[in-house]
């Protein structure tokens, strides 16, 4: 699974680790992510990530 980068300010997304804290499991791949999910560092939706 590839790594997608937040375009405003590169928190980096890694299927891998997920997000545990905002309810992503490790090992999600960033297209099985609710579209309610924005970035925890400066809260854009996933439209605002590219794919690494």
Same mark, same amino acid.
């Given at each position: 699974?590839?790594?997608?980068?937040?375009?405003?300010?590169?928190?980096?997304?890694?299927?891998?680790?997920?997000?545990?804290?905002?309810?992503v /499991?490790?090992? @999600?791949?960033?297209?099985d992510?609710?579209d @309610?999910?924005?970035?925890?560092?400066?809260g854009?939706?996933?439209?605002?990530? /590219? /794919? /690494?």
């Amino acid at each position: 699974m590839n790594s997608w980068v937040c375009m405003v300010c590169g928190y980096v997304y890694v299927p891998e680790e997920g997000d545990p804290e905002n309810g992503v /499991e490790p090992g @999600t791949a960033f297209e099985d992510i609710p579209d @309610t999910w924005v970035c925890p560092l400066c809260g854009v939706g996933k439209d605002q990530f /590219e /794919e /690494e």
